[in-house]
């Protein structure tokens, strides 16, 4: 009999069977709630339970197996003495049980978490993206503030135009098709000084004439604009005053005269009236920092005030000026002269619609404003007709353009005011048709 079988009947105070066999105990985990022996306990399933309580004594070893609260051999830590145990039949087993637990529950697979971009906090945009937009929104900003500029300011600059009266009273030619203004270079010497009369050549010579006289025609059906030379010394009919040179018209009667004999002898509807002086044209000049033009020939004219060499070269507006008067020196007259006037027009244009002078404010600033303060228009001359005069002037020297002059018979033709262009009659009514009916020009 075993000492569990000695003890008292009424003795309620647990007794436990310690195995005390010299064997190595097997260290278990808890229970399996699925079933299956713990494997901390160190009990068996019940198969192996039965086999072993059905061995004889010699076979079980030493009857000592390593239970809760014992020393595990060979150092290993203790397990808690205080732990719950079975206390069912398998108390003769002498094993120490713990309960059964619950299976833990079943938990999903971890989700991955979203991808940041370049460092950036989730949910939020990048960092890059932010310095993206506001650098967008800052040129948006600039360029809105850009456009701003380029229409304000030639707008401004249109205040300080002042008009003069270039309508004729009586009977005019009718308008057909297309526009046509007519551009004056003035002699004027009103408005400058001494100095400037001196640096400029012009000399004190009082009254006015005119050293060109451009007739702009601006096509409104897809036609090629046009510069047209009329020579000041075109010799013509002059509304109540007889034939003589064109441009005693505006030494008689100013631009009113001169747009009245321009379209008597054109038979052009004159739509608007543009005049620039000596002293405005060299200012728009040096506004434009000087203007780069083609000098056919060696140019020495002391009464122009020019001593310029054959070949590309930047003018300053002095020199400009000399250019576009300079007749002398010229073996063409005042045909040669003509022409010169239109290629340095077209050159002022392309300098002004350059980079150089839209993207550089005080510069635009500068041309806009002195050309509106050298300017003279006619009245019920709009900004959109000066707009249009501008643009052909740009457009002469190339594929969208034309620089023409009016069909001549005689440059040297002599008459009782001195020797005068004499117009190819024929061919000049023609030519004229065609611009008053806004046909290609020849």
């Known amino acids: 009999m075993t000492p569990a079988d000695d003890r008292h009947p009424h003795d309620d105070t647990d007794s436990y069977v310690v195995d005390t066999r010299k064997r190595r105990g097997r260290m278990s985990s808890p229970r399996n709630p699925l079933g299956g022996a713990s494997r901390i306990t160190g009990r068996r399933p019940p198969e192996e339970s039965r086999d072993r309580d059905d061995m004889p004594d010699d076979r079980r070893g030493d ?40 299976p833990r529950p079943v938990q999903p697979p971890p989700t991955r978490p979203p991808e940041r971009h370049h460092g950036a906090r989730p949910g939020r945009p990048p960092r890059r993206v932010h310095r ?36 004729p009273a009586g009977d005019r030619p009718a308008r057909v098709s297309g526009f046509n203004y007519l551009l004056v270079g003035s002699d004027s010497r009103a408005g400058l000084s001494s100095e400037e009369q001196q640096q400029l050549a012009t000399g004190d010579d009082a009254g006015q004439r005119t050293d060109s006289i451009i007739l702009v025609h601006v096509s409104e059906t897809g036609q090629r604009s046009a510069l047209v030379s009329l020579p000041r010394d075109s010799y013509v009919p002059i509304p109540g005053h007889h034939r003589n040179k064109i441009n005693a018209a505006y030494s008689i009667g100013g631009p009113t005269l001169l747009v009245e004999t321009v379209e008597q002898a054109t038979g052009v509807h004159v739509d608007g009236y543009v005049e620039i002086g000596f002293g405005g044209f060299a200012r728009v000049v040096d506004s434009l920092g000087g203007v780069s033009v083609n000098v056919p020939f060696d140019m020495v004219d002391e009464k122009a005030g020019i ?35 239109r290629q340095f027009l077209g050159a002022i244009m392309r300098k002004a619609a350059s980079p150089a002078t839209v993207l550089l404010p005080w510069r635009y600033w500068g041309f806009t404003h002195s050309a509106a303060e050298g300017v003279k228009i006619g009245d019920g ?62």
């Open 307 to 341: 001593n310029l060499t054959k070949g590309e070269q930047t003018l300053s507006g002095p020199q400009a000026l000399g250019f576009v008067r300079s007749r002398y020196s010229d073996p063409e007259g005042d045909l040669g002269r003509a022409k010169r006037q």
């Open 63 to 102: 009857g000592h197996d390593a239970g809760w609260g014992d020393q595990p051999r060979h150092g290993g830590p203790a397990y808690p003495a205080g732990a719950a145990y079975d206390h069912g039949d398998d108390v003769r087993s002498g094993t120490r049980q713990m309960p059964a637990q619950s």
């Open 132 to 167: 993206r937009r506001r650098v967008v929104a800052l040129l948006l900003v600039a360029l809105l503030a850009w456009i701003a500029f380029l229409v304000i300011t030639p707008l401004h600059a249109w205040s300080s135009v002042s008009t003069v009266d270039a309508s």
């Open 381 to 442: 001359t709009s900004p959109a007709d000066l707009t249009r005069v501008l643009q052909a002037m740009r457009a002469s020297s190339g594929a969208d353009g034309q620089s023409l002059v009016v069909p001549i018979s005689n440059p040297a033709y002599p008459t009782a005011a001195g020797v005068a262009v004499k117009w190819d009659t024929t061919k000049a009514q023609a030519f004229f048709d065609k611009i008053k009916n806004d046909q290609p020009l020849p």
